[in-house]
């Protein structure tokens, strides 16, 4: 069993940041990919940024050159580093952790808000 705990979410003005995080604790012995989503109402979710499975990373288009994802092994962390924020930023973003060998589960975290005013 894998646990993810997200933080660092909240209200903030346009042009601001915010940092988010995500650690992992529980059982982890099979490789994976870990990723950031985003999910604002009425609207599927989708992918922000994540790490794949060679190690590099993508984004969407919406949030490159604005958003880095980051991790630090060490800790079992990773990062969502958001500057330049805009109101259409505002959804619930969860913490992802994907096994690409067996089990082939999906671990999410609970979703954190953030909230982007104009």
């Known amino acids: 069993q894998v646990q993810l705990v997200e933080s660092g979410g909240g209200l903030v003005q346009a042009g601001e940041s915010l940092r988010l995080s995500c650690a992992a604790s529980?059982?982890?012995?099979?490789?994976?990919?870990m990723g950031w989503y985003r999910q604002a109402p009425g609207k599927q979710r989708e992918l922000v940024a994540g790490?794949?499975?060679?190690?590099?990373?993508n984004y969407a288009d919406s949030v490159k050159g604005r958003f880095t994802i980051s991790r630090d092994n060490a800790k079992n962390t990773v990062y969502l580093q958001m500057n330049s924020l805009r109101p259409d930023d505002t959804a619930v973003y969860y913490c992802?952790?994907?096994?690409?060998?067996?089990?082939?589960?999906?671990?999410w975290g609970q979703g954190t808000q953030v909230t982007v005013s104009s």
């Open positions: 992802n952790l994907h096994d690409i060998s067996w089990p082939y589960r999906d671990y």
């Open positions: 529980g059982s982890i012995f099979s490789i994976n990919t």
């Open positions: 790490f794949t499975s060679g190690g590099s990373t």
